[in-house]
């Protein structure tokens, strides 16, 4: 365990995207202590309907990781690169988080350690993902606590099928997403945002929020 463990805030301000992992083997008892801050997010009347697989095979590792390359390079990363920077993020900035994508894409398969979030419930519907995201939520402000590096993606969810059953899902489990987890390449910083006037109103859309 880390000798000093920054507090909340500053967890949360500093929990970024780490697609850059390396092959070191993470300890089990780091995963254990992620998956328990999965299990104490709350769920729709405590019902608890998730499962989390822990991926450390290489082959299936490399078959998924297959399916995610194909997602960046033939869908997502086209999309990227033609369109504009996200809210808040310089060119450059936007240069160095897509590289980054790319490299994940690249190598997700060398991540020491994947979870894979999933939900029991045949049909997902609107509101499913508010029973599972705050355990996702949970599990990245715990990695990040832990001096560990991950991400949430969904681009694998092009190929949902094929990936589902990779994973051996039954016909009434989904996931929802996939978290490469492993020690960061780079450092971590705080995460870059619009300012915050620009997304909070106040009592009806639109209406400016009053700070006080």
Known sequence: MPEEIPNLFEIMGTTRSMRRLKPDRVPAELI????EAGVSA?????????????IRDPKVKQTIGAYYKRAWDEVVSPR???????????REGFARMLNAAQYLADHIHEAPVWIVPCLEGANPTRTSGSSIYPAV?????AARALGLGATLTTLYLSFEKEVEAALGLPP?????????IGYPMGRFGPVRRIPLAEVIYEDRWGQPYRDQ
Do not use: C, K
């Open 32 to 35: 254990r202590r992620i998956l």
């Open 42 to 54: 709350p769920s729709g009347g405590n019902m608890q309907r998730w499962r989390f697989l822990v």
């Open 80 to 90: 990227y690169r033609a369109g504009e920077p996200a809210p808040g993020t310089s």
């Open 137 to 141: 939520q949970n599990m990245l402000l």
């Open 172 to 180: 009434d489990v989904h996931s929802y997403a996939l978290l490469p």
